[in-house]
Antibody
């Protein structure tokens, strides 16, 4: 059974940093691109970042470019999102999601809540 | 990276059909057959319902169908059921190799 489980969320002050992790199982992690998608309270989904299966290609939304870094460790079946210079508007549930064979997200985690507040 | 445009809400009675539109540009929806649709119930993770404009993952009811014309994609749900009440989001690949979501549509089953 495919599973992706996020961790690392929590309360952080504006300007602070946080590292999210996503543990994957049930599929060959190194064969699939992965992505982070977030959802602010009461708002819609926002794509944040994606990484190719090898980690050689990374892509970011303009809203996080320069402040976030996506990475993966295929030996540990784990995806990461390093978030720096956090802003109040970064408050959201962050979902880890697996790409299918094409440009769609076929499995999603349950999300981890990041709250940026003083 | 502007969000795709979806109606904020749609509604229908059980057994009826509804269609949700998703409008983008030639740099996303119109330029690629990489539109996907997601269903999200309150407090739950999104679930893939349609991918590559009109393909259905295994396990998704054939009451759900997708299509595209120009810069606008559509999700149609036929034979509405109470459990279809949820938020629906479209998404597309873009010319910048990024992804973009629509603002979401709340479906109410009357």
């Amino acid at each position: 059974e495919v599973q992706v489980v996020e961790s690392g969320g929590g309360l952080v002050q504006p300007g602070g940093s946080l590292r999210l992790s996503c543990a994957a199982s049930g599929f060959t992690f190194s064969s699939y691109a992965m992505s982070w998608v977030r959802q602010a309270p009461g708002k819609g989904l926002e794509w944040v970042s994606s990484v190719t299966n090898t980690g050689g290609g990374t892509y970011y939304a303009d809203s996080v470019k320069g402040r976030c870094t996506i990475s993966r460790d295929n030996s540990k079946n784990t995806l990461y999102l390093q978030m720096n210079s956090l802003r109040v508007e970064d408050t959201a549930v962050y979902y880890c999601a697996k790409f299918g064979s094409g440009s769609y997200l076929d499995y999603w985690g349950q999300g981890t809540l990041v709250t940026v507040s003083s | 990276q502007s969000a795709l445009t979806q109606p904020a809400s749609v509604s229908g009675s059980p057994g009826q059909s509804i269609t949700i539109s998703c409008t983008g540009t030639s740099s996303d929806v119109g330029g690629y057959n990489y539109v996907s649709w997601y269903q999200q119930h309150p407090g739950k993770a999104p679930k893939l319902m349609i991918y590559d404009v009109s393909d259905r993952p295994s396990g998704v009811s054939n009451r759900f169908s997708g299509s595209k014309s120009g810069n606008t994609a559509s999700l149609t749900i036929s034979g509405l059921q109470a459990e279809d009440e949820a938020d629906y989001y479209c998404s597309s690949y873009t010319s910048s190799s990024t992804r973009v979501f629509g603002g979401g549509t709340k479906l109410t089953v009357l």
